[in-house]
């Protein structure tokens, strides 16, 4: 009596209420996988940006010396641009003009899939029920956005590995439309299985046992 009241007073409708306890029981069941797909996603991150795609240099190749000429038989590049931009251990496609874009956004993709991936860890060993409205409405929002991201650094680093072929532009184009597509679907069935859900909650009511019958028993 005292839960149902206190449902009451938060004034949850009870389809709402029970639809969120299944999304925490499946949650609770599946916490183990949640934190192995995390620690992979965290990974792949991670791996990306300290083995960014192009490589780095694997020397200095500014000859600060002053005169002369450097690597590729040019003017040093301290006479040229007095920032150098081709440091040992740094990408070689970081300030590349015609993939610029395509480095910033796999940098913002695979910054977003580490932290967010490195969230679920924490919020799975902390001990905390995910139970919790709160939390378990988190936890969806993190894992949905390490998941996006991840596939969005993926396509990043294809655009800046590869030279303008028409084919791998057309590969581009279909991975592209694919992960357009594909959780669309998904969010489409969640939401046809979420109404089926209400409607046979609103219009088939469990029948209730019958009573038994014990008339032979007394003649």
């Known amino acids: 009596m005292e839960g149902e009241n206190r449902h009451e007073v938060r004034g949850e409708p009870e389809w709402l209420r029970n639809y969120l306890d299944r999304q925490g029981d499946w949650l609770e069941k599946t916490k183990a996988n949640l934190v192995v797909a995390a620690t992979i996603i965290a990974s792949m991150s991670f791996q990306m940006m300290v083995n960014p795609p192009g490589g780095v240099w694997q020397e200095d190749k500014c ?5 002369g000429v450097d690597w590729a038989g040019l003017p040093p590049v301290s006479q040229l641009d007095p920032v150098c931009t ?22 913002i993709s695979c910054t977003v ?4 991936s490195m969230s679920i860890i924490l919020l799975a060993i902390s001990g905390l029920r995910l139970r919790n409205r709160v939390l378990m409405i988190l936890l ?18 294809v655009g800046l590995v590869q030279s303008d072929d ?10 592209i439309y694919y992960w357009i597509l594909f959780p669309a679907l998904i969010i489409l069935i969640q939401i046809l299985r ?8 609103v219009f088939c009511k469990p029948r209730r046992p019958r009573p038994r019958s014990y008339g032979h028993l007394t003649s």
């Open 113 to 116: 899939s580490f932290s967010a």
């Open 63 to 67: 000859n600060v010396g002053g005169g």
């Open 86 to 107: 081709k440091i040992a251990g740094t990408s070689v496609l970081e300030h590349s003009d015609s993939k610029r874009v395509g480095y910033i956004g796999a940098v």
């Open 194 to 201: 979420f109404l089926i859900w209400i409607l046979r909650l």
């Open 140 to 157: 969806i929002v993190l894992m949905v956005t390490a998941v996006v991201c991840m596939v969005s650094a993926y396509g990043f680093s």
């Open 166 to 175: 028409a084919v791998v532009h057309m590969i581009l184009g279909v991975y």
